[in-house]
């Protein structure tokens, strides 16, 4: 029987589950017994700001996509993180989007902007703009669907040629590496087309948050209750199958009951907990094992990783000519300020061999703020993969092979010092987003968000319906804002409001 009290526990203190729990807490008054259990040593989730080189830094979420009616944003008011103060350091496109780049094909060469690389940098996001509006047209993966756009352009175009398209080839893949990065998707020919048409953002200008995304988490959590959230339980057993609930921990914790669980583990969890031995693969035990809907939603959709890598880096003297003696002066480089590191986006086109194949799946290489002497570069798939296995030193030597390429003499840039995201190999949570690849839909998200046990008619009446036990939040299971902090707020505040108005 369910007690007077109803206990809740709130299993991950991201956005999604500090969400619920604020809501419950303040929407029920003293009606719920909140706890939030948290497998890590932070709240925070794929939330995480750090420092480096002077700079506030996002490991994981970056953007508020869309300030216009976003709650997002309005949270990150409400905990005074938007606020510029001379006592705050540089951060994350404090200056918003650079108005110009430097685009350069492998081996040096700087592509002609306007009639080059703006011609098929419009391409691209007009076609994309088509794609997210659902006039797309067409079934099948992202990529076919661009490198079709880009054919018909070359075909359209009078003049041209092998070089130039070779070019044109090199920018389209610069432009799916970065799509890749925003998505999360190893491979574009794998991105569902016709779902891209479902997601949205929020209206308005994308943003990044001054005072970093982790302070909208420490407001989240200042405004609970006293010790609601517990640290270092990972949940290691579910066990759903009567009321009262038992989560079972790691490390031989207590176990806690419950009468309903808010379940927001990322997607990369519940796809270990499908296997046999879901302990070993980093999941959770169902017992009752998931139902074969939810397995089936939980397999078809995509997890991906995106990593970044911020770099401290520094312009030195290029070797002078042999036989250059300089006159007795010194070199130019050192005689006047330190040049600026340019907004570099690169056209690789598989020429220096001295590349390594990691480094070939980034788009650019730019400053986080103009001026700023630190760089990002965002990875995604296999490569992001790959590079949480380097050690820093053959990292640091990838990117100079790099930069040697695309930006020759007469300055050299070094790297001083790497920051990297790992999140393939955390273990809590096995990667970075979610995506729709082409086999799923949009109804796989809706089949996410779904309670257990389900009820088997949608017609059955409200009052006679069995009680939701564990409920689903988290970006996986927002149908239209899927892979952002948006979608994690939004399945908060709903499957907290499932609650209360099931004791309505």
């Known amino acids: 029987m369910v007690a007077t009290k109803p206990r809740v526990a709130v299993v991950g203190a991201g956005v999604a589950g500090l969400t619920a729990a604020h809501r419950l807490c303040a929407a029920g008054g003293e009606r719920f017994e909140v706890t939030v259990v948290e497998a890590g040593a932070r709240a925070g989730g794929r939330v995480l700001t750090s420092e480096f080189a002077g700079h506030r830094v996002e490991m994981g979420a970056t953007w508020v996509q869309g300030v216009d009616g976003s709650p997002v944003y309005a949270l990150a008011r409400d905990a005074g993180a938007l606020a510029c103060g001379k006592d705050l350091p540089p951060y994350e496109r404090m200056d918003g989007f650079p108005g110009r780049v430097l685009t350069v094909a492998e081996g040096g060469e700087e592509v002609d902007a306007d009639r080059v690389a703006s011609p098929i940098e419009e391409l691209y996001r007009g076609m994309m703009e088509a794609a997210r509006a659902g006039e797309a047209g067409g079934g099948g993966g992202v990529e076919e669907y661009l490198s079709r756009g880009l054919r018909a352009f070359q075909a359209a175009r009078p003049g041209g040629g092998k070089e130039l398209e070779e070019v044109e080839d090199a920018l ?56 609601t959230v517990r640290l270092g339980l990972r949940l290691r057993r579910l066990d759903w199958s009567e009321t009262p609930l038992r989560l079972h921990f790691d490390d031989g914790a207590t176990a806690i009951s419950a009468d309903h ?9 519940l796809k270990a907990s499908l296997g046999k031995d879901a302990h070993a693969a980093g999941g959770i035990a169902f017992d009752p094992p998931l139902p074969q809907f939810k397995r089936e939603a939980v397999a078809r959709l995509g997890f991906g990783v995106v990593n970044k890598m911020f770099m401290e880096l520094e312009a030195v003297p290029a070797a002078r000519p042999e036989g250059d003696r300089g006159g007795g002066g010194e070199h130019p480089l050192a005689a006047s300020a330190p040049p600026e590191f340019p907004f570099l986006h690169m056209a690789f086109r598989g020429h220096v061999s001295e590349i390594p194949w990691w480094m070939r799946g980034t788009e650019s290489i730019c400053p986080v703020h103009a001026g700023s002497s630190v760089a990002l570069a965002w990875f995604a798939g296999r490569e992001a993969e790959h590079l949480e296995s380097l050690p820093d030193d053959e990292v640091i030597r990838g990117v100079h092979s790099t930069l040697d390429s695309f930006l020759p003499a007469p300055s050299r840039w070094r790297v001083k010092r790497i920051k990297r995201s790992g999140w393939a190999t955390d273990q809590l949570f096995l990667g970075s987003y979610t995506y729709v690849p082409v086999g799923s839909s949009g109804e796989d998200l809706d089949r996410m968000a779904e309670p257990l046990p389900r009820r088997l008619d949608a017609d059955v009446d409200v009052a006679r319906a069995p009680p939701p036990r564990v409920l689903f939040a988290g970006e996986a299971t927002h149908r239209t804002h899927y892979s952002t902090t948006h979608a994690a707020y939004l399945s908060g505040v709903r499957e907290a409001e499932r609650l209360l108005q099931h004791y309505a």
């Open 261 to 269: 669980v808010i379940l927001t583990v990322s997607l990369g969890v």
């Open 172 to 227: 389209l893949a610069m432009h799916i590496n970065r799509e890749r990065a925003d998505t999360s998707a190893d491979d574009l020919g794998d991105l569902d087309l016709a779902t891209e048409g479902e997601y949205r953002d929020f209206p308005g200008e994308h943003v990044t948050i001054p005072a970093g995304y982790s302070r909208v988490v420490d407001h989240l959590v200042a405004a609970l209750p006293p010790d």
